[in-house]
């Protein structure tokens, strides 16, 4: 059995630039904000933190910064993965000598591996690296999805302790637990299957949503994990017009959006994201405001 590097809701923490440059003391409030908001995870310089437009300079102070800040309060993650192996090694390599507790490994984009190639790459990386390894799986990104054979020998990895499951297959993610038992933890990748995630058997959830609503995603997981299965199923349909309009452009579009509306330190994007169009902005403003979260 592999004990889950957390149970419950990380954040993947957006990344607030200010003037192209990354804002940290904006990135302090921010982490800060989610300790405090009953996050169980930190999530660093992953899909939600615009990494792919991080230099490896930013990228690695990204990670010290983060590690830093919150001094053993709760397990930080770096994202490390890389459609060049090697540079996946060496930025894993450099969490772990800044002190991440585990890296998540996205699937190489672009390249568009077949699974035996999958399979070498993350079995070549984990043999490299001395850290917990969440994958991260997410075709709609990448165009590659692992299969469930590729995530049974994967499980038998000792240092692969699971996977951010973004697939959106349920199929396939009960295919990983039939195959794969307790060998291979599973995290909801999307904020809008956190429940059905949990009730296979997920550890919890790798939020993007948590940013903006840190409390009421660590809640659904807290209560889904005391019993309270009816609760949790009823908070995630209360939340589901959110989550849902955090994702009507590409993510972190809007999820930065909604922290600048609600007063958060969101800060700008890097280019090539940008601001939302008109129409999007405003509906996600009065999805906010529906729920309070600010005033419409």
């Known amino acids: 059995m592999k004990k889950p590097i957390f149970t419950g809701s990380a ?151 699971g996977v951010k499951e973004a697939s959106g297959d349920f199929a396939l993610v009960n295919e990983v637990f039939h195959r794969c038992g307790d060998e291979m933890n599973v995290w909801a990748g999307n904020d809008d299957i956190i429940v059905p995630v949990l009730a296979m058997g997920g550890a919890g959830v790798i939020s993007t949503a948590a940013n903006i609503l840190p409390r009421v995603i660590a809640d659904i997981c807290e209560k889904w994990f005391a019993g309270d299965h009816a609760g949790a199923a009823a908070m995630q349909t209360e939340y589901y017009d959110v989550l849902r309009d955090l994702f009507i452009e590409t993510n972190p579009i809007p999820v930065k959006t909604a922290a600048n509306l609600m007063g958060l330190p969101g800060g700008e994007w890097r280019l090539p994201l940008c601001e939302m169009t008109d129409a999007n902005l405003e509906k996600l403003k009065k999805t906010l405001a529906r729920h309070g979260l600010i005033v419409g």
């Open 11 to 161: 954040v993947a923490l957006i990344t607030p630039y200010r003037d192209n440059q990354v804002d940290f003391e904006a990135y302090g409030k921010l982490i800060d904000l989610q300790i405090a908001g009953g996050t169980s995870a930190l999530v660093v310089c992953a899909t939600t933190g615009e990494a792919p437009t991080l230099s490896d300079e930013e990228h690695h102070a990204c990670i010290d910064y983060a590690v830093r800040r919150v001094a053993g309060r709760i397990p930080v993650i770096a994202g490390s993965g890389s459609n060049d192996t090697q540079h996946a090694v060496d930025m894993s390599n450099y969490a772990k000598d800044a002190g991440a507790d585990a890296v998540l490994m996205v699937t190489p984009y672009y390249n568009k591996p077949t699974q035996k190639g999958l399979l070498r790459q993350y079995t070549y990386i984990a043999e490299r690296v001395d850290l917990p390894i969440i994958l991260y799986n997410v075709p709609s990104r990448t165009s590659v999805s692992i299969s469930a054979e590729v995530y049974e020998e994967l499980s038998k990895i000792p240092n692969i302790n």
